[in-house]
């Protein structure tokens, strides 16, 4: 099986991550079956014990990578108690995975109210509707909870809940690292310095 990225060339002789992550997000786009924009969200809780579960990246640029979610579930009673989180994409086909590590600064009210008002409005419900990670009774529980702010909001806009916003994590470090024969594997990490980047290259 080919091991090549569509995109070709040497990814270690990019100078600077975030181009390179654009591209290789691109590419995903267009081999990964579903969500490429998947990725896993690590945290820790108040003892340090781990904890990660995937969501999705919804936008990224020189200041960081943001995800939105529920502030009252595990994840982000987590990450306000730390501000700080890891993430690690993994795209199968392309055989290609990228890990970010770095502290988290919550979105502007402004920036989540413009992601919030784009969502389909059954996921504004929703937004309404979950008490995310909390335990829940039945499903009964939860549909009923979705009548009564479906009914609560029937037309026009559905603001934005209090607890529901996005975190964006800084990165101080973003690892590439994409399958080679024998698993000696490129590793590439970019280390913030500055307004700039050092670039390192790892053993597999
Ligand atoms: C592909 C995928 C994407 C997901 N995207 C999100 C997301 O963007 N935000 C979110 O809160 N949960 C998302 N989830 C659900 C989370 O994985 C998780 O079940 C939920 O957020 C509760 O996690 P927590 O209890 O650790 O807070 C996604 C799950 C999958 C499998």
């Known amino acids: 099986m080919a091991t090549a990225g569509l995109t070709g060339g040497d990814f270690t002789d990019a ?11 691109e590419d995903a786009t267009r081999s990964e079956p579903n969500d490429p924009n998947a990725v896993a969200l690590a945290s820790v809780d108040a003892d340090g014990l781990p904890d990660v579960r995937m969501v999705l990246l919804k936008d990224f640029d020189r200041r960081g990578f943001v ?7 595990a994840k982000g009673r987590e990450i306000l108690g730390s501000m700080k989180a890891a993430m690690c994409f ?19 009210d402004e920036e989540a109210d413009s992601y919030y008002q784009t969502r389909p409005r059954g ?12 335990p829940l009774e039945s499903r009964f529980a939860l549909e009923k909870a979705v009548a009564e702010y479906t009914a609560r909001y029937p037309i026009g806009e559905i603001p934005r809940p ?4 996005g975190f964006r994590l800084v990165p101080e470090t973003i690892e ?13 990490v970019f280390s913030r310095a500055g307004d700039g980047w050092t670039k390192t290259r790892l053993y597999p």
């Not at 996921?123 to 909390?134: C, L, T």
Request: proline share 5%; net charge positive.
């Open 15 to 25: 100078d600077e991550p975030l181009a390179l992550f654009g591209q290789w997000l």
């Open 67 to 73: 995800i939105y979610t529920n502030f009252e579930s």
């Open 90 to 108: 993994h795209w199968k086909s392309l055989r290609r995975q990228v890990r970010l590590r770095g502290p988290v600064e919550v979105v502007s």
């Open 123 to 134: 996921s504004r419900i929703g937004a309404w509707a979950s008490r995310q990670s909390r």
């Open 162 to 165: 209090r607890h529901w916003s």
């Open 176 to 188: 590439f690292w994409h399958d080679r024969p024998f698993r000696l594997h490129d590793r590439i």
